[in-house]
């Protein structure tokens, strides 16, 4: 009776993961990593800093400030491809994919947020003024080995299974004039494990995967009203070509900066993203004046820590300081434009934090 008791769980538990992964040859399970990987954190560089009370608006609804195109922006650049359901778009450019949504963000944030909750995440970064969710790392139980001891076994014993992986997300909403727009990017970390006795275990960051973000915001599709079928259809979709972007830095630039062969709504855009996937805290941005507000831990300041400390007391340690990052964009829609790396105050950076970050986001921009 027991190992029948046991069999039927474990089948309940792959049914489960089965029907959570609907939406790709992969499954996708963090309900019970959520639980198992609350409070875990990563070095500094990986880390996403709380935000200070004081900088944040006082009423609980989406800021407005900043998600308004500009007029030199306004239209969507011939590379995007939509595939649209019921009024809901998935857009795609190269790797990058959005939804467009016809309803404004203050309807869309009460769906998104709990979204993340019924998903299985726990939430670091709850701030709807400046349209930001982001998860805790929590691990992808169904990267787990389905072996026939894991299918018997790991619904009762699932604590002594690891999968050395953990993901975290993060939803950005904006503000257009027809509604709402949603981003999802992804960050991954994994442990290294070196040494003679195999008893050093690091963890660093792995590549972000644009398919898991294309998942997730497929099951947010569905989440808010489409099918399935649509669902799969829209992440499937395919990018229309175009050449790829190129950036560089800009020699002698008064600050440092980042020249990218964008005309400004798709460098707005991809900055977006880089910003997003690099670990900034963007604590608020305003499109029209083509700007983010930053903050950003500076991974290659000193660091006296050990290990341990570096591993679970990273915010203690570590101020996280405050930047701007400003897009000038040729007129009229015209290329380049100009990615440039500002202080707190919008005056030019002589410290070398600021060719750091600009390398950052060349690094992504490329």
């Not at 910003?275 to 608020?284: H, K, N, P, Q, W």
């Not at 897009?327 to 934090?353: K, N």
Request: aromatic share 6%; glycine share 8%.
């Amino acid at each position: 009776m027991r190992i029948l008791t046991l069999t039927l769980i474990a089948a309940a538990a792959t049914l489960s993961g089965c029907a959570n992964g609907f939406l790709s040859g992969e499954k996708v399970d963090y309900r019970a990593g959520a639980r198992q990987t609350k409070g875990l954190d990563v070095p500094p560089d990986l880390t996403q800093l709380a935000r200070e009370g004081r900088y944040q608006a006082p009423a609980p609804v989406v800021s407005a400030s900043g998600t308004t195109a500009s007029p030199a922006a306004a239209s969507t650049t011939p590379s995007v491809a939509p595939s649209t359901v019921g009024g809901i778009r998935m857009l795609r450019d190269g790797d990058l994919r959005w939804l467009q949504l016809p309803m404004p963000p203050e309807q869309v944030w009460p769906q998104l947020r709990q979204f993340w909750l019924d998903s299985g995440f726990t939430l670091e970064v709850d701030d709807p003024a400046a349209g930001v969710l982001e998860t805790a790392w929590s691990e992808n139980r169904a990267k787990l080995p389905q072996d026939g001891v894991r299918r018997l076994l790991g619904g009762v014993l699932d604590s002594l299974f690891d999968s050395g992986e953990r993901d975290r997300f993060r939803a950005r909403l904006e503000r257009t004039p027809t509604g709402s727009e949603v981003y999802i990017s992804h960050r991954g970390a994994q442990q290294v494990i070196s040494g003679a006795q195999r008893d050093d275990v690091r963890w660093t960051l792995r590549p972000t995967d644009p398919q898991l973000e294309a998942e997730l915001l497929s099951r947010l599709m569905v989440r808010m009203g489409s099918s399935i079928e649509q669902a799969q259809a829209a992440a499937g979709q395919a990018a229309v070509a175009a050449a790829p972007a190129r950036a560089r830095l800009v020699a002698d630039a008064a600050t440092p900066s980042v020249e990218v062969d964008e005309a400004f709504e798709r460098a707005w855009r991809r900055v977006g993203l880089a910003l997003d996937r690099s670990g900034f805290t963007v604590e608020d941005r305003n499109r029209t004046d083509g700007v983010y507000f930053v903050r950003y831990v500076d991974s290659q300041a000193p660091d006296e820590r050990g290990f341990f400390s570096r591993l679970f007391g990273a915010e203690e340690a570590r101020q996280a300081q405050r930047y701007r990052i400003a897009l000038v964009g040729g007129a009229a829609g015209a290329t380049p434009t100009v990615v440039a790396v500002q202080t707190a105050e919008g005056q030019p950076i002589t410290a070398p934090v600021g060719g750091r970050i600009a390398n950052v986001l060349l690094r992504e921009l490329r």
